[in-house]
């Protein structure tokens, strides 16, 4: 996919409203005072070998990085320098028993940190997770009017 159609979906999720329940969408998953979408994501299954196209992977991992530096340099330009947020505490403090709000406590279980913007009355934030022992990567795209915990 390109810049330019994750742009138009994260656009498109901005002017969505928030569904009553949770629910699986074309493109992700949306639920009270929030819109998911996975851009990118390829993954192996742990224990794995990596097969023949191992290569293949790498390359598709180093273009999932690439565009996600792309989607924050253009969405940098429209809403100003991201705040990087991390999530390491939520995670922390969900294991802990304390309940973090939606859509934040999924994101703390899938993402180290996200680039978080403030646009129009909603956040909008931008994840990687590159896993550091394989191939596995996911670019995500949240739009959410849940102030972060």
Request: aromatic share 8%; charged share 25%.
């Amino acid at each position: 996919m390109s810049t330019a159609r994750y742009l138009a979906l994260i656009d498109l999720l901005r002017t969505r409203e928030f569904p009553a329940q949770r629910r699986r969408t074309e493109s992700g998953f949306s639920g009270p005072g929030y819109h998911t979408v996975e851009l990118s994501a390829a993954g192996e299954p742990a224990g794995e070998p990596a097969g023949e196209d191992a290569a293949d992977q790498v390359e598709a991992r180093e273009r999932c990085l690439a565009e996600h530096d792309a989607l924050v340099a253009v969405l940098d330009g429209r809403w100003g320098e991201a705040q990087v947020f991390g999530l390491w505490s939520l995670l922390e403090r969900s294991v802990g028993g304390e309940a973090v709000p939606a859509p934040w406590d999924e994101l703390s279980a899938g993402f180290d940190s996200l680039h978080l913007w403030r646009a129009d009355g909603r956040w909008i934030a931008v994840g990687l997770a590159l896993d550091a022992e394989g191939p596995s990567y996911a670019l995500a795209a949240v739009v959410t009017g849940i102030d972060p915990p």
